[in-house]
């Protein structure tokens, strides 16, 4: 019997062929196969084990990012001091050979162990688990990298019963919570984290999923703060004495008055037209990046060698460029030394490199501003990096308090609600956020949640292909077998045991089961493994309608019926596929000017 | 033609009546009438419009919730310092009247005020929005209270051409973004406040709703700190000189480690249990209160007044009680006295007693460990406020926002979030939160997000009731009037301007239009105002799955068709009512064992 939640109503993935025949009414009643009603103490192993699954995200993901962390403050923080030393020593080109090498030595390591063992591991990854959320399982979207959650699942999945198989549904939240926990450690800002999740990650919103993304988060920053604690003793080396807070810039006297706002103002703005003119030099350079990639192992290499060697020449340089000045005596705070934290913040990808740059601007501007303003050059360097986060990443709430959360400055709120507000406003009128830039440059069938207008014009029945593929109620081996060779879909009856997908995502292929002559000439009753109620639209359903049934309630399959009886029952299957809109204007070339009609007027964009 | 986007798919409150007659196929193609085909200009205006009411809500809920402030903090402040004085002088006699007259005077003000001009707005208020939010649309659930929003929608929808009409989605996103208002204002906690509106109030989440909420509070936090700003020079009497900040508990020497957690997590545990206590409570006194309101105004106003002085003899009793305790001389904060900020917070209703009574119990669980533990006793009074309301308002995301706002420490963040966690959950386990237990006990019918597990062994067919009332695509005016007068349904296809609901939601009645007899003997052509695509489920779907797109897509009506062709081409029409368990049991009173059999196993609760 079916174990695998696929006739679930609340499984968005469950398979959707339909088999109306003339018994289908009575032909099964598919809540006898229901986990839930398989009696108490499976109920109760399964919340338990959602919740214990989340709980050791929580744990795994904070041990893992604190030892990434540690390992990644001592080994920059190594080469930080041999390199000082020795300009300490005058020992310039010495210095720079150890500083290129070390550099070099490390970026080769990295690229040959990505390049040859998990190609997927390289990048950002948030648009890859933004798309996967989003419902786009295409096969080697993830592996090193959800290594951790599929660890964690497979825990989970052999030390409960074997009975308790993942639903898609549960893998999901599960990924959701994990990119929680991800950006969380990443920079010791649990609610931070949590917020990013669900404001830029994911598509489908839960209260439940809220409070069980909050349970993981909280459990990292126990964490976080308990491995923090046993490093205080100073046992880890060359890692940072501070707490939770990274960058503190907490400073009881901070006050600011309405004539500080204008230059906040301009560079919040500023900020904005900057951050879309990255995101813009971005999906370029990564173009190109890719034609380099797509021509093997070895240009992929060299292609990171060459980056690595060109940015230290740049670090190295930098000093020549801008003279140093000397610290100031009467400086309240202490002057940054050797044995200071050096900015080497952990999370690599896009945030790091936009969060330093934004500083960087926001400190030039405070500098230009000069004494009109009782604004600090430290709080201007805060505003910087808000503006140009607000400019790239587009987000409001999570980066509000990720930016709380790493300065402990809650002061700052309505100057850096209004920064992030200006900054965002005039970015999008550009182009996309950065991680939706990237998603299509990478090809993924990313769906939105709001209908765009010309889909208002068009009908379900205009968009849907066939021809349509039905099965009898009992059905030959044979049939079944050769349907399944010769179509490229998925959305196909099967979950019994023997046909069941294995693992998380990555499944068996038809190709992959023997069957013997004598048995595909049986026949199979497919009544227990068919969705008698799968969701449905009538074909002069306009298509923003059924995109908006299609997004909300996370299908993978919508089932098109005809108004009219007429001989087929099924006028035919919508997937993700249908609803893209490259796919709508090949159908429909005449669509493309009205579109870009509509796009000119969608200054404010209503959409994140 | 119709402007009232009833036609339109992301409408949930499109109207659905069905008409499946021969022609239907190609007797309207809804999109010609659709708002975003109505050109550019209004599409401009249209989005215009909607920033600029989330605009005008922001700066007039700052206002009048800076005014409502002010005013409280100065009438609350007087009445302090006259019998504070009295008291120096040791006339405490005289003191007492003062004090027990000026608080009768004043709820006898305000209930006289509440019970004869609006009943509506006694109470919270924050089940009546969330209520409203989830689609319960009762005429009166709002009248004062809503008085802004409406104020706000009037002035936009005559300012803007006539032909701006808020949609149902719109007028929803409004008063959502005028929630999150609300609550920011009152703690001055903009990012809190948009996160509870968010976790606790919306049914429907969407990128654009976080993002629209977002510019209502950014506005709010600077509408606050410039009139905050303008405080500060002492122009406002009694006002406190205080920033955003409320209870600034920020010392940066406050460190805690591993042996100070099992007390911590007792007091959570206690106060998890305490707050379902406090749940249990007030749900039993708002009954007897209810039974004693329902006798009439001169009740009513007896009640609130009894409640006064039990009120004021309690508060000024408390001194003789427990002995004051001389200001310690080596304390490193100066000792509050007359002249410092008194703790008389605004946001009235169930917030602040929590916060007060919660702070009490944890200050008082800091005694008992007294020097067991590094933590100062005011953070025991933050972390037992914070277990309070997580275990009454089962909030987690909001709830820790809330408090890292008031009290401007993140370095807590942790131990409030284990808090948070271990009060939620352990309260979970008895009853539900305060705002779902009030609508509960004032008969909203509230639809949860998730589906009870006796919905999956229920087809829709199954609850579905008729019976249908059809029209022809041209149907004679008497005929409709007549079903329109012997129904209590609002599902009727009717959104011409001269049907049209006015206003935001209490509309017109049928008895309220009048026709002439000859009118009622003339045809009426229906197609133009039909939903020739309304959301529709197959009688065979389960009760759950019908129940996750009704509450997922936001549906008021949900169409019921038949698996075979049949005489009727529709079984009935689903409501919000046919999923209201209570309705559900009434038909099949055999689920009700069932029903609990599940309910006691569900001890860590998978929803908010």
Known sequence: MSGNGNLNAED???????????????????????????????????IFMKWFS?????????????FNNLAVENIAGVKFVITSNMMLQQRYWLAFAVFFSYNLALTLFASTITALVAPAAAGSGIPEVKAYLNGVDAPGIFSLRTLIVKIVGSISAV???SNWKGRAHDRRDLITCGSAAGIAVSFRSPVGGLLFALEEMASWWRGALLWRAFFTTAVIAIVLRALIDFCLSGKCGLFGTGGLI???????????????????????????????????????????????NEKGIIYKVLLACSISIFTSFLLFGLPWLASCRPCPSDASEACPTLEGRYGVVVPAGLFVPVIVT??????????????????????????GAASLLGGTMRMTVSLCVIILELTNNLLLLPLIMLVLLVSKTTADTFNSNIYDLIMKAKGFP?????????????TVSDVVTGPLQLFNGIEKVGNIVHVLRSTGHNGFPFSSEDFAKRGSGNGDKIEDIELTEEEMEMYIDLHPFTNASPYTVVETMSLAKALILFRQ??????????TMSSRSPVVGILTRHDFIPEHIFSLHPMLVSSRWKRLRFRLPPSSK
């Not at 103002?265 to 034609?291: C, D, E, M, P």
Request: with cysteine; net charge neutral; aromatic share 12%.
């Open 159 to 161: 030390s409960s019963s």
């Open 358 to 383: 934004g500083a960087t601007y926001g400190r030039f501007v405070g500098m230009l501003v000069g004494s009109h303003t009782n604004l600090h050059h430290g709080l201007y360097a805060v505003l």
């Open 446 to 458: 990313y769906l939105e949640a709001h209908a765009e207008p010309y889909m208002r014009q068009l």
């Open 54 to 66: 989340c709980f050791l995200v929580g744990i795994i993901v904070g041990l893992i990012g604190f």
């Open 246 to 292: 990274m960058f503190d810039v907490y400073s009881s006297n901070m006050s600011y008055h309405l004539e500080d706002v204008p230059p906040v103002l301009v560079l919040a703005f500023v900020g904005g037209i900057l951050g879309s003119i990255y995101n813009f030099i971005l999906t370029k350079v990564l173009r190109i990046y890719n034609l380099i």
């Open 553 to 562: 309630v996370g299908l993978r399959h919508l089932l098109v019926i005809p």
């Open 12 to 46: 968005p993935e469950s398979i959707t062929v339909p088999l109306i025949s003339g018994n289908n009414r009575c032909a099964f009643n598919n809540s006898s196969q229901d986990w839930r009603s398989r009696g108490s103490v499976h109920v109760f192993q399964y």
